[in-house]
T-cell receptor
């Protein structure tokens, strides 16, 4: 079982729709990251969360530490939001590579005009 | 925010040759950088942790002699794929941490023919 699970794997939406991407993890974490990867491959960090909720423009990220679950919401989706969204966690007291992230497989989002 | 610059973004090389990928922190000093590899439709997998002034720490299964990492300064880490083989074709990306924040290079798409 993967330590970080995302759902759905693929998501197609119409422009304007409200979108939710979910991330569940099975380990103790110090922080959770939501990342955006565009078709060219470059990765942009959207949010870093350790509790509660953060909002940036049309993007909202929430985390429930007790349930080990996070969601990324996109309001009023737009074709330019089409990308792969990746959830990654920083492991608490990770004895190996300090500061390493463990990644989910990503959710491929396509927003149709 | 902090900027991590990775070069080249794409490279095609012949089997048996070596390819060097550079990762620079442009506006901060990175004592540690992480090198990841991404297979199609898979999560990013940590290859190694690059430590300034000391040997890199490689993950299990990653060949040290094949993937040479050098972190000679606080702003530059390089990954050299030696004696490249078509199986090495992949997307490679570096990352640096500033506190709890993670910043990523643009990634390098390597194709070995």
């Amino acid at each position: 079982k993967n330590e970080v699970e995302q759902s759905p794997q693929n998501l197609t939406a119409q422009e304007g729709e409200f979108i939710t991407i979910n991330c569940s993890y099975s380990v103790g974490i110090s922080a959770l990251h939501w990342l955006q990867q565009h078709p060219g491959g470059g990765i942009v960090s959207l949010f870093m969360l350790s509790s509660g909720k953060k909002k940036h423009g049309r993007l909202i990220a929430t985390i429930n530490i007790q349930e080990k679950h996070s969601s990324l919401h996109i309001t009023a989706s737009h074709p330019r939001d089409s990308a792969v969204y990746i959830c990654a966690v920083s492991i608490m007291n990770y004895g190996g590579s300090q500061g390493n992230l463990i990644f989910g497989k990503g959710t491929k989002l396509s927003v149709k005009p | 925010g902090a900027v991590v610059s990775q070069h080249p973004s794409r490279v095609i090389c012949k089997s048996g040759t070596s390819v060097k990928i550079e990762c620079r922190s442009l506006d901060f000093q990175a004592t540690t950088m992480f090198w990841y590899r991404q297979f199609p439709k898979k999560s990013l997998m940590l290859m190694a942790t690059s430590n300034e002034g000391s040997k890199a720490t490689y993950e299990q299964g990653v060949e040290k002699d094949k993937f040479l990492i050098n972190h000679a300064s606080l702003t530059l880490s390089t990954l050299t794929v030696t004696s490249a083989h078509p199986e090495d074709s992949s997307f490679y990306i570096c990352s640096a941490r500033v506190g709890s924040e993670a910043f990523f290079g643009q990634g390098t798409r390597l194709t070995v023919v």
